[in-house]
């Protein structure tokens, strides 16, 4: 959080774990980085307050599908952060995704 911002938060009576954040940035709950997807949640990382965010589904937690795993191509999203390379990647390509099914769904001939 942007240091500027404390006045403002501080007046308002907004703390940082009022606003979304990702999960591994959450105030509240100590997050465990491990630098490879893995298919389980890692050291407590499930554990999320209701204003945590998915990194890699950008969505909150209450929305991610694979957040504590147990699909076997799909890792427990709740140990994703913005520090490991693959998990950027994944972010990318779930972004592509989800940009697709947009588009699909406003244009759903391909005509547009």
């Given at each position: 959080m942007h240091s500027h911002w404390l006045p403002c938060?501080?007046?308002?009576?907004?703390?940082?774990?009022?606003?979304?954040?990702?999960r591994a940035l959450c105030p509240l709950h100590p997050f465990?980085?491990?630098?490879?997807p893995v298919a389980a949640p890692a050291d407590g990382n499930e554990a999320a307050c209701p204003n945590c965010y998915c990194f890699a589904c950008d969505a909150p937690v209450s929305e991610c599908?694979?957040?504590?795993?147990?699909?076997?191509?799909a890792p427990a999203h709740c140990n994703a952060h913005a520090g490991s390379a693959?998990?950027?990647?994944?972010?990318?390509?779930a972004k592509r995704q989800?940009?697709?099914?947009?588009?699909?769904?406003?244009?759903?001939?391909?005509?547009?």
């Amino acid at each position: 959080m942007h240091s500027h911002w404390l006045p403002c938060l501080h007046r308002t009576g907004l703390l940082p774990e009022h606003l979304p954040h990702q999960r591994a940035l959450c105030p509240l709950h100590p997050f465990h980085a491990a630098e490879r997807p893995v298919a389980a949640p890692a050291d407590g990382n499930e554990a999320a307050c209701p204003n945590c965010y998915c990194f890699a589904c950008d969505a909150p937690v209450s929305e991610c599908r694979h957040w504590r795993g147990g699909e076997p191509k799909a890792p427990a999203h709740c140990n994703a952060h913005a520090g490991s390379a693959e998990w950027r990647t994944q972010r990318s390509n779930a972004k592509r995704q989800r940009t697709r099914a947009a588009r699909a769904a406003r244009d759903p001939l391909g005509l547009g």
